[in-house]
Nanobody, 123 residues
Framework: QVQLVESGGGLVQAGGSLRLSCLAS????????VAWFHQAPAKEREFVAA????????SHADSVKGRFVISRDNAKSALYLQMNSLKPEDTAIYYC????????????????WGQGTQVTVSS
């Protein structure tokens, strides 16, 4: 069973950047599809970005295209989310997730989740 631990969240001004990291507990992570989701207060968990097992195929939500980039380093069992040009509406808890199936945009398709890291963007 994969354990995921996110880091890198924090408080940043609008227009700033953050890089989130997610470290997995096992090398088999390289065979998993992975994704980032976020959840704002009183809102449902929403898709941000996903990557297939080798990183050759990625997908980003329209709201973050051109600003966020998902990447992975399987040698380090790590997943990243580079967030640029941050906006106040990006404020949320960000979760990484993993699944042993094709990457999708649905939270219900992911079996393993991290504890989340808070991102707050001030205006």
């Amino acid at each position: 069973q994969v354990q995921l631990v996110e880091s890198g969240g924090g408080l940043v001004q609008a227009g700033g950047s953050l890089r989130l990291s997610c470290l997995a507990s096992e090398r088999a992570f390289s065979t998993y599809s992975v994704a980032w989701f976020h959840q704002a207060p009183a809102k449902e968990r929403e898709f941000v970005a996903a990557s297939n097992w080798y990183g050759g195929m990625t997908s980003h939500a329209d709201s973050v295209k051109g600003r966020f980039v998902i990447s992975r380093d399987n040698a380090k069992s790590a997943l990243y989310l580079q967030m640029n040009s941050l906006k106040p509406e990006d404020t949320a808890i960000y979760y990484c997730a993993a699944a042993q199936r094709r990457a999708t945009r649905s939270p219900s398709d992911y079996d393993y989740w991290g504890q989340g890291t808070q991102v707050t963007v001030s205006s």
